[in-house]
């Protein structure tokens, strides 16, 4: 056994030898490679075909060897690559080195194929080799599988239509269908697009059946970036099928550290792939689409791995070869990033302008800015994010040095002025006096009018004015209030119809979910949440006097006032709604739920603060059911949204539908509703099977339908009337007449879940 | 030698604690803990010496990248060479920067064109007092001691036959200019590295696993993250050398269960396994072309 070993291990150092020689000098090449040919064959030691297999994919691969040398090489080793690839049970790291050098050789071959269309026996032997690569491609062990990838991604881009080939260059343009020509008979193209296509659909298969496999994943991304590049008549195929894949979907599975490494590293080669493709070609017909798709993935990348708190910080220290332009002062950023303490230098003695007081900078070129010379809206564009972004820590201190500033000025002014009377603090009013009390607004004008305006322009005035006060206006009328009210209410809804149409697309657009604020954004929802709320919310402030004032005047004049008025502004508001509802209930039948729902709890928070409201929920409902229900047509869905989406169901509303199927052509809808109510709406199951069974007993077109829902949800009517009817049958005295009387004198207003046994004896 | 790095790292290592102490060494082969004590220049013992002798004997060839190609990746270049792994390093950055006197003066030189001697003969007679306090002479030093200089990747002819960087220590095994594996030291390299494999248009439709280990650029931490590439070096070239000895001789059908799982295949699993050994360091993957 060691004899064949030490000379095994004499070979490899041998072949390593004659590789050293070829790496050294590619001129060997063709010699070398047909001298290892024998030693390396099918025939030979794994060890040697490990060799073997890694020296031709390296020779077939190397950039130093001319692409002459390889086409002549690669019809010498056709016949051991096919060998050894049919050998039963092949070494993996052997198929794996062989499949690579096929990949490389596959483009010689189909070039000198284009050359020689006779040279029949070497078309079949990369044929069969071919074959037996595809054979592999789903069952071999992955490193083998991956390589196949890579091999059939050749073969695509050699089988596809290249860039037009510039006729001079012939030799140097790149192996492609362009190449072949029309009527070749080994090759012929029309087979090989078909081929092509075939394999193509197979390669990009991967992002459907094995999303989870990264390693083929990543392989098969990491080689499609020549052929987006370089096939133009794919390119869109292959964008569209990675647009599709999603590499985080395995979100369902348990993140372990395998998962968590296979899916960021699909995820990142994903993206690097489509940076790529967009960095290449930033105006491509799907650039817009793959900016999209990375924008999105980003974003639930950040769900999916919840980065935030794994995220690395900025560094520490710098990222770029020691850069010290990039480092982050450590040490001496410390002091830097505390507030800067203010300081408010005292104002010089003497008389002081406004501007002095306030300036707090030392920068003469600052002081001397007149900022009155800029344009107003500039000096608003540039305020407002100022103050916005000003630090608090910064802000106060320096309103407490002003404050300081000015309280010391005030009193060296009095201190000047000794005949200034004490500052009335109460008193901010403008009060002439002859003598001038000192008061701060008075100190801050005559500072202006001091420095600012020294010629004396401004004199103080002889007369003395009264004091002022703007009147409050005349109390309104409750009709003038009403009538502005209604106004208002009308102004609300023109906007809102204004909105209907060119707001409604901007409304779609920011769908916020369920953290939005109600009637922020100030389109139609908004207003519409608006308006609901002003009538269903605004006169409960009034409903809170209201109970107090109708009990301490029973039936006085007063009460009906309340009354009245509190009709007049709520009313009139739901008024209003109704008919905005109405006008076009089909699509605004949100605006109808919404409302129903603002009502529905605003009673009942009136419950719960002990009110007793007036039923206004229930009214409103019936009023816009009835509203609607003539208009339904017997496929109506309006109906059946109506009654699931509404806040509460009550039998009066059960009432209504059941009048429908009194009209022939609607009883389904009616049916249909109520079968609805009592799949999906079990709090109102019973109602809604009681008020099925009245259909069936009452609405002779509605029995078949009903009774086929009552068969399923309270059979015991059923079976009584089938009962009583073998009873009359056998009794068999009883006239038809009375006999289809029967079933109408059941009670069916009794809500009762089992009214079924009383009746039977009371009509027999 | 004294101013070998890996001597100050065991003084350093307790004079700084603001570092965490690195994990456990993973039950490796011996040469981690060997390596260790190691000094630039002197061959590394306790290893087995590189020999045809068997299927032992297979190692994956290595590719280590930062971005100038002086720290981090050099680091690292140094424990797989010394760990006798194959091993070509790069930098993915356009120009090699290093630290000046003040933040507006680097001192900035270009790849492949100057040698990390020049750098500290130049680095030496500008100020060697300071380029010696900011560890940059001690950097340079270890470096001339791997290889002639830095490399940029984007430069780097894959598949060219590297005969002439014999000298480079790592050298044996990479000659075909070919790796089995690019580890990378920061996210911004990764990108650069599988964007540039995408431009190349894979034209050796040879596989290679390149990984992502974030390690940040000051001397302390290359000493941590060379550590950490060695124990993924490790982890990955047993997995790869199981494959080879199982469906050796045996053949493939022989082989059963866990042992028929490709080592390409395990890839994920053995990063995952790394990254908890690791926590510190978040790591990428992906596999690209030659």
Redesign the interface.
Known sequence: MSQPLASV?DQ??QL?AA??LV??DSAFYSQIVQGILPIVGAHAR?ELRRWGADFL??TF????LSLEQKQQLCLLVLQTIKEILELP?????VIKSMV?AS??IYPLVFRHIIANPDDAPTWEKMAAIKSNILRRWDTA????R??CI??V??VVQVQTPGAPADPRRAEQSETSLTLVPRNHPLIPTTNLEAETFGLLDRMLNVFHENPLD??LV??TL??L??LI??RPSISNKIISTILNFNPLKQASMPL???????V??ME??TR??L??IN?RNPNGPLAGKIHQYMERMAQSRLEFFDDAN?K?GP???????????K?LRLGAGVPDTPTPTITVPPLPPGPASYAQLFTLTRDEAFRSFDVSQLPIDLVIKIALPVLYRLDQKVLDPAINGLRARYDTYVKQQQRAAPRAAPVDEDDEAYEPDFEPTEDPEQIMNKLDNDVEEPEDTYAPPDVALGQFELPPPPPMSQDETANIGRGTVARVFSMMNMLDESGSAVSKKTKTGINRLAASSYDREAWLTVIIRLATRASTGLDDYDPEANIKTEDGPSTSMTKSTDISLSDSIRDALYLYFIEDFRRRMDIAIAWLNEEWYNERVQKENGNDPQPTYEKWALKIIDGILPYLDAKDKMLIRLLSEMPAVSEAVLERVKKLAGDPERVSLAVNSLHYLILLRPPVRDICIDALEDLWRNYEDARSSAAKLLARWRPQVLQQQQQQQQQQDQVGAVTSASNSATPVPVPVSAPAPAPAPTPAPSSS | MSSDPRLTRAGSRTATPTHPPPPPPPVGPAPIVSSDGGVDGTRIDGSQPVD??GQDNFKLKFCTV??????RSMEAHLRLSAAHYPVVSF?T?SL?????P???Q?NVYAFNTTSYDSMYKELEGKDPRLYRANG?LNMLERNRGVKWGPERWQDW?????R?NHQQDRGSIGV??G?VDIVITC?E?CF?AV??D???R???????VHVFNV?I???HE?ALVGGKAILDLADSLNRAAAE??II???S???EGNGAS??????R???I???W??RWPQM?????????
């Not at chain 1, 560094?315 to 332009?325: K, N, R, V, Y």
């Not at chain 2, 248009?201 to 596989?207: A, T, V």
């Not at chain 2, 028929?260 to 295949?265: K, Q």
């Open positions: 291990a490899l150092a390593d590789r050293k790496l050294g794994v994919a390296e691969a190397s950039p130093g049970s092949e070494d993996a790291s690579q990949a490389s062990p992955a490193g083998v991956v390589c890579k091999f991604q050749r990264a390693i990543n392989a990491n080689c970036g020549g590049r370089s372990t550290s395998k998962v968590k490494v296979i960021k590293s990142r080669t690097a792939l940076l790529n960095k794994r690395r560094p520490i220290e710098p990222t770029d070869g020691l850069d010290q332009a480092r | 045809a002798s930062c971005a100038s190609n002086q720290n930098g950055g090699v920067r290093l630290p000046g003040t933040i507006t680097p940059l002819r894959i598949g060219v036959p005969l000659e075909g070919v920061e911004r990108d599988v964007d494999l995408l431009n248009g894979s034209p050796l439709n040879r596989p974030d940040r650029d000051n931490e494959e080879r469906h050796g001789d053949g493939w059908e028929r799982t490709n080592f390409d295949e890839v994920p699993e990063l995952g396994d990254q908890e978040p790591a990428l993957w992906t596999l690209a072309w030659f």
